[in-house]
Structures are given as C-alpha cells and as structure tokens.
C-alpha cells in the first residue's frame, strides 16, 4: 500500500510537470503546424528568471511566477514575429521553422549559460515540509506541483472551448483557409498561441527547477519527453497531451518502481513505438482522410 | 456606384500567372455567375477577391472601399462572404460550432440567434444535425453546412464558389432550391458554376471566364440564346 502510494505520488507529479511542458508544444503545433525546437530553452529561462526575481533581486515568489511567464511569453511573441512570420508563406514551412527554431534555442540557452554561469543553481521556489498520505509523506512541493497543472489544465480547457479566443484558435488549427473566411485574424492567433505556449514552458520551468535545480541545458530532456508524449497523444492534441503526460508519469514512475530509474526511458520508448505501430497518428488524433 | 468594380486584376501562384488582367462590375443586389472551362482562374478570382491570393496587379474596390490590400479578416468585416470550393468546414467541430464559427465577426455575433433561425429555416436538415460532428457528414450536408456558414455572416456580398460540384443529382437540386431562394431574397451574389446553363436561369449577368480574361459577359437569357458560346469555350 505505502508503494503504491509512493508510486501514484511521483508518478502524477511527473505526469503533472510533463503535462505543463507538453500542453504548450501540443497547442503550437496543433494551430501552426510548428515543432517549436526553443521550447526546452524556453522552459530554462522561466526558470532562471524566477530564480533571478527572488534569488538576486529578493522579492517574493508570485513575482518571480509572474515575471517568468511574462519574459517567456514575450518570447515566444518575439519567435513568431522574427521567424514564424516571414516563413509562414512558404512551402516547407514545417522544416524550415523546425530548423530555425533549434537555432533560436541555442542562442537561448547560450546567453542563460553567458549570464549564468554552468553551475547548477537551485530555485528559490520551493515548499519544505510533507503531507502524510496513509503513512507515506509527500513532499508539499509535488501536491503544488500536481495543483498548479490542474489548474492549468482547467484553464486551458475553459480558454480553448469557452472563450471566443479559443474558438478562433481551434477555427484556425482545424482549418487555416476557413478560419480566415470566418473573419479570424490568423496573425494575432499565432502570437496568442505562442505567447501562451511560452508562459506556460515559463511556468513549467519553475517547477522542474524546483525540484531538479537549474541548469542552462536543463530544457532538453523535458522538452524530448514532451515530443515524445505529444506524438503518441496525436500532433496538435492539446487534451490528448494532458492526458497522455499523466499516464506516461504514471507509468515512468511504475517502470522506474519496477525495474530501476535507469530503464524508465528506454522502456517507455519502447511503449510509444508500439503505441505508433498500433495507431501512427496517435492516440487521440484523427486518422487523416483526404476528401476531394 | 458599384458594388463590386475590380479593374486589371493580375493573380498567380508561383511563376504562373492565372488571372490576366480582369476587371468585372457588379451592381448592389445583382445575382453574377463565373462561368468557364475548368483551371482558369474562377476560383482564383474569388480567393483574390477575399484575399487568400495576394492579386499582383490592379484594383479592387467594395462599396467604394479599397480593398486591395486588406487581410482577409478585414474583407469579411467589410461584408464580403466567401463560401469556399470543397467547403473547408471545421471537421472536429459540431455542426453547430461551425455554423457559429460564422459569426464569429462582433457584428455578425451581435445577430447571432436570428440567423441561426434564418439558416435553419432554409437548410433545415442543419437542425437535426447540429450536434452532428462535421467530419461524419455525408458531401451534400457538408456542403449545406457550409454555405449555412457563410449566411451566418451576413454581409454585402455572397461569393459561392461550386455549390454543386462533386454531389448526387438529387442533392444539386436541393442546393439549387437554395440558389433560387438566395435569389429571390435580393441579396448581392457572385457565384461560380460549372452547369453553365443551368445556373444562367437564375444569373443576371455571366461573365465566361477563359483564360484568365473574361471573353465574354451577359445576361442568363442571352447566353442561353446563344448555343455557340457554350460550343466554343465550354466544349459542350
């Protein structure tokens, strides 16, 4: 009983943490047809500048939040004006915003590392102390973590399908032509979307560094995971994706449990693989069916 | 003042050219059909029009307003409504959803319960399917959905680009009984067909599209009266 408490714990912790850096690269994607390769980048710098407002500058925590969601959400508008924008037109809009995006992410995570430093800070932002789940403790720092993607979650759902925002950024994802003839300003979608995706990497950043400490490169494997959860939800699935980090956390921390920290990944690559084998376009995505 | 005056339009995709310098008037509550062989810029000239394709020469003008170089967005709020080749609905959306998506502009938003009412009253299949999602519709529902959808708009200018292509008899005649009420509603029309004389019963003007340049205009019974054009350019 204690295990599997200890297991559900960390796993929907994990899974909360994945869930906040997938849902993000998932609604790029899904409105865009962008892989956004400065993601995990972007993720760093939420958390350096957390650090940086309550470390270095010494205020408090919903500050330091709040100015890493704006930094990262403004970078994410600055990543649709100087390279999505020019690009969209072209034929091979995908590689060619895949390829500039890797470049924009290292520019990102060289200047963290030139402002920085290489050595692992750690992140202000944490809660001490521990609940005690029949008999097991848990760190208060994972039920954050676990409410702060719920309430995320909620409100990406509430935005996508309650607000006219929402409307039009769905209208523009499922058909960009269409969305246009409906009166959707598709531009301003764009820069939404990646705003939103930015504050949200912001966000998610703070809460890996908090347990993780902060690295310059701390960005790149969350940023694979989230890949790799947003492909097996289905490209572009936002809901899918939330869902899908859950139950990869879920299943990490069982694998881990089970067979040791060190075959977590492989084994769960494993799993998608034959996730893809067994439906290519993902879980939850739609098979593509070309209508003339 | 016309409705619609566009004068030397040039438009293009790539190193090929497909609209050759057209211009067309159509006066305030005017019912105009493109008509054509295929692969000559009718639907061409409809995405200039609404602005999909930036037009690389000449003017267009809405109501006296120049639209030439507006976004797309700001052509649908100066009230030109395209319902586009192929419907391009929102296929993970309800019918409804789409049919909302419509009126998505504020003033069209303003007005929304009314048209609703108004577009199930003409499509009334649309009703019962409106919890339907769009990408399980059979072709005739798709394509009801979408020109529901661009009445939700409201607008000047109804632009319709092959409301019947690719449906069973049956169901172009259902499509046509919605022309025929569009028709004699009054409202601004600009239409594309491929049966030429068929929608020429219910056109004011064709304008035969061959080309890229207009080779011919004129009113419904005229043409009709004139076996040859058909003949010459329609091979039929």
């Given at each position: 009983m204690d295990v599997a408490i200890q297991i559900v714990a960390s796993g929907l912790t994990l899974g909360a943490m994945y869930a906040i850096s997938t849902v993000g690269l998932a609604l790029v994607y899904g409105a865009l047809?962008?892989?956004?390769?400065a993601h995990g980048a972007i993720l760093a710098l939420g958390g350096y500048v957390c650090y940086q407002v309550m470390a270095?500058?010494?205020?408090p925590a919903p500050l330091g939040v709040l100015a890493a969601m704006v930094v990262c959400g403004a970078v994410g508008v600055l990543i649709y004006h100087l390279a999505a924008r020019p690009m969209l037109?072209?034929?091979n809009f995908e590689t060619q915003i895949f390829i500039a995006t890797i470049g924009i992410g290292a520019i990102l995570q060289d200047l963290i590392l030139r402002a920085f430093g290489p050595q692992p800070k750690p992140q202000p932002l944490a809660l001490s102390g521990a609940l005690n789940v029949g008999g097991v403790a848990v760190p208060y720092q994972n039920l954050l973590i676990l409410a702060v993607a719920l309430v995320m979650m909620a409100a990406m759902a509430w935005l996508l399908g309650r607000t006219r925002t929402g409307r039009a950024i769905r209208a523009t994802a499922q058909n960009r032509d269409a969305a246009q003839l409906m009166g959707v300003r598709i531009g301003r979608v764009y820069a939404q979307v990646l705003a939103l995706s930015g504050a949200l990497a912001g966000l998610s950043g703070i809460l890996l560094s908090s347990i993780s400490g902060l690295l310059p490169t701390m960005g790149s494997d969350p940023m694979l995971k989230a890949f790799v959860i947003c492909v097996v939800a289905g490209l572009g699935q936002v809901q899918g994706a939330a869902i899908a980090a859950l139950v990869l956390g879920l299943l990490e921390a069982l694998i881990q449990y089970l067979f040791g920290v060190q075959y977590a990944f492989a084994i769960l690559l494993m799993l998608v693989i034959g996730v893809l084998i067994w439906r290519p376009f993902g879980i939850f995505g739609r098979r593509q069916v070309v209508r003339l | 003042m016309s409705l619609l005056e566009l004068r030397g339009i040039q438009a293009g995709y790539g190193a090929q050219m497909v609209l050759r310098g057209l211009s067309l008037d159509m006066a305030q509550g005017e019912f105009a059909a493109l008509i054509g062989?295929?692969?000559?810029?009718k639907t061409t000239l409809l995405r200039s029009i609404s602005g999909l394709v930036r037009a690389r020469a000449g003017q267009m003008r809405y109501m006296g307003q120049?639209?030439?170089?507006?976004r797309p967005d700001q052509i649908v709020a100066a009230g030109i409504i395209h319902v586009p080749q192929g419907d391009l609905?929102?296929?993970?959306?309800t019918v409804l959803d789409n049919l909302r998506m419509g009126a998505y502009l504020p003033a069209a938003a303003a007005e929304e319960a009314a048209r609703l009412e108004e577009v199930y009253a003409l499509l009334p299949k649309l009703r019962d399917r409106r919890?339907?999602?769009?990408?399980?519709?059979?072709g005739g529902e798709r394509r009801m959905v979408g020109i529901g959808r661009g009445l939700m708009?409201?607008?000047?200018l109804l632009m319709l680009d092959e409301?019947?292509?690719?449906?069973?008899p049956i169901v172009i005649d259902q499509i046509y009984a919605v022309i025929a009420r569009l028709r004699e509603s009054g409202r601004s029309v600009l239409v594309v067909e491929e049966n030429a004389s068929r929608i020429a019963e219910y056109a004011d003007r064709l304008h035969l599209l061959d080309n890229g340049t207009f080779v011919w205009s004129g009113g419904g019974a005229e043409f009709l009266a004139q076996p040859e054009i058909l003949a010459t350019y329609l091979g039929g």
């Open positions: 047809n962008m892989l956004n390769m270095a500058m010494g205020l037109r072209s034929q | 062989p295929n692969g000559h810029g120049d639209i030439g170089a507006m609905l929102f296929p993970e959306m919890l339907q999602i769009a990408s399980t519709l059979s708009a409201g607008g000047g409301p019947s292509l690719g449906l069973a």
